[in-house]
């Protein structure tokens, strides 16, 4: 059964840098079939996707914080992570990381349980 | 980047109600790639439908999605008291994805 697991800081300061990372269990994080993504959402708002990554390390970024984030994998721990530098109040949000098809199925089809990160000195 | 803006923002319906969902598209997207999530208070999203119209693993036949080029639907065609939810839909297109605002089902 596939399993994800977001761990990081809940507490982040201001123009810092907020630190993720996603544990995958029940099957490879580097199987050719799924990319691995970070979504976002504020609280009271909608879902953001903010980027995804192939186990070879190809990314793909959301345009508007693509200047912020890097994601990157480890296979050997079959993890992926999140950073995103200068953070501010906007960057409240509840982060959740899934499991992102490819090909004709490129939607998300297994999510972590989310795990929030609030941003304040 | 394409944005997807979906209507209305609430839907008060009662159970056993049809529910109709749409979502535009500022710019056409291929079928393949649009999708629906139910999310519920406190939960992560679920995948309800793929490709514009196939149901996601143990999704039930109440569900049902159609839709091509800019504008899609989501229908609900007697909704059950698990259905009160949010509801989302997403696309992808050149590597970029985008979700829509979001549909809330709200018990009338």
Redesign the interface.
């Given at each position: 059964q596939m399993h994800l697991q977001e761990s990081g800081p809940g507490l982040v300061k201001p123009s810092e840098t907020l630190s993720l990372r996603c544990t995958v269990s029940g099957g490879p994080i580097s199987s050719s079939s799924y990319y691995w993504?970070w979504?976002r959402q504020p609280p009271g708002k909608?879902?953001?996707?903010i980027g995804?990554i192939y186990y070879s390390g190809s990314t793909?970024y959301?345009?508007s914080l693509k200047s912020r984030v890097t994601i990157s994998v480890d296979t050997s721990n079959n993890q992926f992570s999140l950073k995103l530098t200068s953070v501010t109040a906007a960057d409240t949000a509840v982060y959740?990381c899934?499991r992102?098809?490819t090909g004709?199925?490129?939607?998300?089809?297994h999510?972590?349980?989310?795990t929030r990160v609030i941003v304040s000195s | 980047e394409i944005v997807l803006t979906q209507s209305p923002g609430t839907l008060s319906l009662s159970p056993g109600e049809r529910a109709t969902l749409s979502c535009r598209a500022s710019q056409s997207v291929t079928s393949s790639f649009l999708a629906w999530y139910q999310q519920k208070p406190g939960q992560a999203p679920r995948l309800l439908i793929y490709g514009a119209s196939y149901r996601a693993n143990g999704i039930p036949d109440r569900f049902s999605g159609s839709g091509s080029g800019t504008h899609f639907t989501l229908t609900i065609s007697r909704l059950e008291p698990e259905d009160f939810a949010v509801y989302y839909c997403q696309q992808y297109d050149s590597s970029l994805l985008t979700f829509g605002g979001g549909t809330k089902v709200e018990i009338k």
């Open positions: 993504g979504i909608g879902l953001e996707w995804s793909h959301k345009p959740y899934a992102l098809g004709y199925y490129l939607v998300f089809d999510w972590g349980q989310g | -």
